[in-house]
């Protein structure tokens, strides 16, 4: 295999260290900025060259050891072999960047940036994929399926589980979520369909079938965050979230408003949206299954008030065009809150939305709902 040696200077959305030879970019796996390292070329085309670490020259005095003996073989995590306040600055940069490079705003800097408390079993929930008789994660070939006898960014009551619940079920995923008190909820059919959990002192159902957020303390935050940007209790104006599951920002930010309407096209997100305002007795809030992307236009149109927000928080595929058109001049729209998992969709999305003269960015906040992965979340305002 063919060997190249480079030196290091940034650390690439996704982890890849990057390094540059005779002009052409190379993307390192587990290379870290400041390093000289050795890699095996794995592919090369005209503009980059994609490797694999192969030696460290020079080590970085960031970098760290994983905690997983997983780690270089499963596709889960990126980051373990980078210490973690660097690990939330380099991300800090990508989103910058990406919002520069793919929503062309220029300069662009994130107002917030909120660490996670946990760096490492801080995952509520895990999905194990099922190959064969193998029930694991996905391996960093995206494609094989790795059995794990534990992971070390699950919750610990999870990792207690995982041995026999991955040899208790027959479907091809199988999910599992602790609550805050360490019980398991399996997704299998010996589950049960909705368990209460706890946020912020605020009880809620939830369902091992249905989207959840990861991070118990990014995800509290989140909405702390929300609540604050929102500013003072606004009963004259009507909430909507959009992509909202099984209500959690709905809840967390009641009672703020006279009226939230809540939408999603997950029918047991939506039933336990549903459980919890009824068992709670929210009033003012009505929780409706619906795409998103066709039907809202006509549910707001027939729910909105004299003042109106909306809290968009898609799927990682973002929105499409034709929803962003509807959202840029939903009439009587006030404020637009945009939660999202993938940083150059939503600056495509919010590029988008920018584009007339109606919207502008107002505040923005990145969270670290992943610590050890490549992954990215952040809040983004948008203010007339
Ligand atoms: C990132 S999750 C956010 C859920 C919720 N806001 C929360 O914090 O738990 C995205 C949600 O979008 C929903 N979804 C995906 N495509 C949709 C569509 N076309 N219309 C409505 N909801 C959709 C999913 O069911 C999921 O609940």
Redesign the pocket.
Known sequence: MKKLTTEIYDLAFGGDGVGKIDGKICFVRGALPGEEVVFDVVKETASFVKGELSDIKTVSPDRTDPLCKYYYQCGGCQLQHIGYAKEVAYKKKQFEELFARVGSFKGFKLDEVISSKDHYNYRSHITLHKAGDKYGFYARDERSIMEIASCSIAEEPINGALPCAARADDKDRLTIKADHAGRLWFSNKMGERFFPDTYAGKEMMFSPL????ANRHI?TEMARVLGEWIGEEKKDTVFF??????G??SFLLAPGFNKTIG????RV?ISAAKTTAKEKGYSGMKFYI????NEMERLYDSEKGPKNIA?I????KGLSAEFVEWLSFAEGLNEIYY?S?DPARMARDIKAMTQGTTWRIGRSAMFDMFPRTKHIEALVSLRK
């Open positions: 249905a989207f959840s957020q995800s979230d959009i992509f909202s599951g099984m959690f920002f939408a999603d096209n997950d997100a619906l795409d998103a992307e809290l928080d898609p799927p990682r939660i998992c």
